[in-house]
């Protein structure tokens, strides 16, 4: 699991891959189609598809001759479960200290 939340943090700490992501939220797209927003090569295009790609975040179709991308949804459960297990805990953690701060014992008054 560690590996796996390594690659998709890498990936996404890119603001170009995060905004390919944005753009495949709203649904499939060529490399042609990803380009055109960016000032930067189709080469370039296809490096970040191939690290998003690695990370499972972003799967190719294929449409006749073209190979549109799409975004793997489920990918994203994996990295979404382990904020949910951080949310936890610190919800745990706080409500834990908001008890001990409400606790009328645990607070010395004389300092």
Do not use: C, N
Request: hydrophobic share 45%.
């Amino acid at each position: 699991m560690q590996a796996s939340l390594d690659r998709t943090f890498a990936a996404l700490a890119d603001p170009t891959r995060r905004a390919i992501l944005a753009r495949l939220a709203q649904g499939e797209a060529t490399v042609a189609e990803l380009q055109k927003p960016f000032r930067i090569s189709q080469p370039a295009i296809s490096k970040h598809l191939k690290v998003l790609e690695a990370a499972g975040l972003v799967e190719r179709g294929q449409a006749g001759q073209a190979r549109p991308r799409r975004l793997r949804l489920a990918a994203l459960d994996e990295t979404t479960a382990w904020f949910d297990q951080l949310r936890g805990l610190w919800a745990d953690s706080f409500d834990r200290l908001e008890a001990l701060l409400q606790a009328p014992d645990t607070i010395d008054r004389k300092a």
